[in-house]
C-alpha cells in the first residue's frame, strides 16, 4: 500500500479544442440574437442536502487532525493517534520490517517516532511520539455498523495529506488476504477510495467516530493488477482497539483470538502447502503432522496456496477441531484431525 511516487496527466487534447474554435469562428452566419439566453438563478439545494453536506465538512475538520503522516524506511503512510500518550496506531506494513527510525508529521509539525510493538498476523503496529500535544481519536463501536452506513476515508495517498474520499460500508468480508501470507478475518468492505498512503489513516462514520483502518484495495487482474475502483478494505475499529491496547500495555500481544496451527509453511506452486518445519508440542505436532508434508484441504476446503490455507484458518476460532487433507512425501493421501491452538501472539 505504499508508494512514494504521483503521476499527473497533462492535458493533451489542445491542438484539438484550438481547431473547433477556429472552425466555429470562421463559418459564422450566427446572429448574436440567436444565442440561447442563459439563467443566472442560483441553484437552490434542498435542505437536507446542505445538512449532509455540512455533516461531512464537521467530520472532516473532527477527524483530520487524528490522522498523522508516518515516513519510515519502506515510504509513507497514514496513522491515527489513538490517546493523548502519543501512542499512535497504524497498519504493520507501513512501519515497515525495521524498528525504526519514523518521522511523524501532524499539522505544520514533524516528531520523531519510535515502535511500541507489531502484531503482523493482524497487520497492526504501533509507534509513539513523546513530547507532543497529538489529538486523539474517537472510535467507535464497529460491531453496530451496517452495509450502507456512509463512510469518510481520511490519509495520505500518494503523499497527499489530509486527503478524503467517501463511500459506504459495501460489506463485511471474512478471510481476507492480503496476497503476502497475512489474512485478516474480518474486513470493513467500503466504496470510498483507499490510495496508496491511505493505509494505516482512518475510515470515521458520520459522528466523527473511527469506524476502521483502511489496510488494502482489491486489485484486479483484467486491470493489469492495479486497484478495482470502489473496493477497498478497512480493519474494524473493535479489533484495532483491542490489538492496540494489548501492544501499548505489554509490548506485544497476549491474547489474539486467532488460531494456530502451529507450523512454518511455503507454497508448491498450485498444489497444495509444504509444511517446513513443526512446532514441538504445537496443535499440527499433536496431530502427527510431519515436516514434508503437503496441506491440500481444511474441513473439505481446498488450500491450493499459503493465501488460500490462511483464509480459510483466519476465520476459524481456537479450540476448533478442523479435518486436514494431507498428502504424505510417499504420496499417500490422509486425513488428520487437529485442535486448533490461539496463536501465541508476538
Given at each position: 500500500?505504499?508508494?512514494?511516487?504521483?503521476?499527473?496527466?497533462?492535458?493533451?487534447?489542445?491542438?484539438?479544442?484550438?481547431?473547433?474554435?477556429?472552425?466555429?469562428v470562421?463559418?459564422?452566419?450566427a446572429?448574436?440574437?440567436?444565442?440561447?439566453k442563459?439563467?443566472?438563478?442560483?441553484?437552490?439545494?434542498?435542505?437536507a442536502?446542505l445538512?449532509?453536506?455540512?455533516?461531512?465538512?464537521?467530520?472532516?475538520?473532527?477527524?483530520?487532525?487524528?490522522?498523522?503522516?508516518?515516513?519510515?524506511?519502506?515510504?509513507?503512510?497514514?496513522?491515527v493517534?489513538?490517546?493523548?500518550?502519543?501512542?499512535?496506531?497504524?497498519?504493520?506494513?507501513?512501519?515497515?520490517?525495521?524498528?525504526?527510525?519514523?518521522?511523524?508529521?501532524?499539522?505544520?509539525?514533524?516528531?520523531?517516532?519510535?515502535?511500541?510493538?507489531?502484531?503482523?498476523?493482524?497487520?497492526?503496529?504501533?509507534?509513539?511520539?513523546?513530547?507532543?500535544?497529538?489529538?486523539?481519536?474517537?472510535?467507535?463501536?464497529?460491531?453496530?455498523?451496517e452495509?450502507?452506513?456512509f463512510?469518510?476515508?481520511?490519509?495520505?495517498?500518494?503523499?497527499?495529506?489530509?486527503?478524503v474520499?467517501?463511500?459506504?460500508?459495501?460489506?463485511?468480508?471474512?478471510?481476507?488476504?492480503?496476497?503476502?501470507?497475512?489474512?485478516?478475518?474480518?474486513?470493513?468492505?467500503?466504496?470510498?477510495?483507499?490510495?496508496?498512503?491511505?493505509?494505516?489513516?482512518?475510515?470515521?462514520?458520520?459522528?466523527?467516530?473511527?469506524?476502521?483502518?483502511?489496510?488494502?484495495?482489491?486489485?484486479?487482474?483484467?486491470?493489469?493488477g492495479?486497484?478495482?475502483?470502489?473496493i477497498?478494505?478497512?480493519?474494524?475499529?473493535?479489533?484495532?482497539?483491542?490489538?492496540?491496547?494489548?501492544?501499548i500495555?505489554?509490548?506485544?500481544?497476549?491474547?489474539?483470538?486467532?488460531?494456530?496451527?502451529?507450523?512454518?509453511?511455503?507454497?508448491?506452486v498450485?498444489?497444495?502447502?509444504?509444511?517446513?518445519?513443526?512446532?514441538?508440542?504445537?496443535?499440527?505436532?499433536?496431530?502427527?503432522?510431519?515436516?514434508?508434508?503437503?496441506?491440500?484441504?481444511?474441513n473439505?476446503?481446498e488450500?491450493?496456496?499459503?493465501?488460500?490455507?490462511?483464509?480459510?484458518?483466519?476465520?476459524?476460532?481456537?479450540?476448533?477441531?478442523?479435518?486436514?487433507?494431507?498428502?504424505?512425501?510417499?504420496?499417500?493421501?490422509?486425513?488428520?484431525?487437529?485442535?486448533?491452538?490461539?496463536?501465541?501472539?508476538?
Amino acid at each position: 500500500m505504499l508508494r512514494r511516487h504521483i503521476w499527473w496527466l497533462a492535458p493533451l487534447a489542445g491542438a484539438a479544442v484550438a481547431g473547433v474554435v477556429v472552425a466555429a469562428v470562421s463559418l459564422g452566419g450566427a446572429s448574436s440574437n440567436s444565442r440561447p439566453k442563459t439563467s443566472h438563478a442560483r441553484l437552490r439545494p434542498a435542505a437536507a442536502a446542505l445538512a449532509f453536506q455540512r455533516a461531512v465538512t464537521a467530520v472532516v475538520h473532527e477527524v483530520s487532525p487524528s490522522v498523522v503522516q508516518i515516513q519510515s524506511r519502506s515510504g509513507l503512510g497514514s496513522g491515527v493517534v489513538f490517546d493523548r500518550n502519543g501512542d499512535i496506531v497504524t497498519n504493520n506494513h507501513v512501519v515497515g520490517t525495521s524498528g525504526g527510525p519514523f518521522t511523524i508529521t501532524a499539522g505544520a509539525h514533524s516528531y520523531g517516532a519510535s515502535l511500541v510493538g507489531r502484531f503482523a498476523p493482524d497487520d497492526l503496529a504501533v509507534v509513539h511520539v513523546s513530547s507532543a500535544h497529538l489529538t486523539p481519536a474517537a472510535f467507535a463501536n464497529s460491531s453496530g455498523l451496517e452495509v450502507g452506513d456512509f463512510a469518510i476515508a481520511i490519509g495520505n495517498p500518494l503523499g497527499l495529506r489530509s486527503s478524503v474520499t467517501d463511500g459506504i460500508v459495501s460489506a463485511f468480508r471474512q478471510g481476507v488476504s492480503e496476497g503476502n501470507g497475512v489474512a485478516l478475518p474480518l474486513m470493513i468492505q467500503t466504496s470510498a477510495a483507499i490510495n496508496p498512503g491511505n493505509s494505516g489513516g482512518a475510515l470515521a462514520d458520520l459522528q466523527g467516530r473511527v469506524i476502521g483502518i483502511p489496510t488494502l484495495a482489491a486489485t484486479d487482474p483484467e486491470l493489469g493488477g492495479s486497484a478495482a475502483p470502489g473496493i477497498g478494505f478497512a480493519i474494524p475499529s473493535n479489533l484495532v482497539k483491542d490489538i492496540a491496547t494489548q501492544i501499548i500495555r505489554f509490548g506485544h500481544v497476549n491474547n489474539s483470538h486467532r488460531a494456530y496451527l502451529g507450523v512454518e509453511i511455503g507454497d508448491t506452486v498450485g498444489q497444495g502447502v509444504l509444511v517446513r518445519s513443526v512446532t514441538a508440542g504445537g496443535p499440527a505436532s499433536k496431530a502427527g503432522l510431519r515436516q514434508g508434508d503437503v496441506i491440500a484441504s481444511v474441513n473439505g476446503h481446498e488450500t491450493p496456496t499459503v493465501d488460500d490455507l490462511t483464509s480459510v484458518v483466519s476465520e476459524l476460532k481456537p479450540g476448533t477441531t478442523i479435518s486436514l487433507g494431507i498428502v504424505k512425501q510417499s504420496g499417500a493421501h490422509k486425513t488428520l484431525h487437529l485442535k486448533l491452538g490461539e496463536f501465541p501472539g508476538s
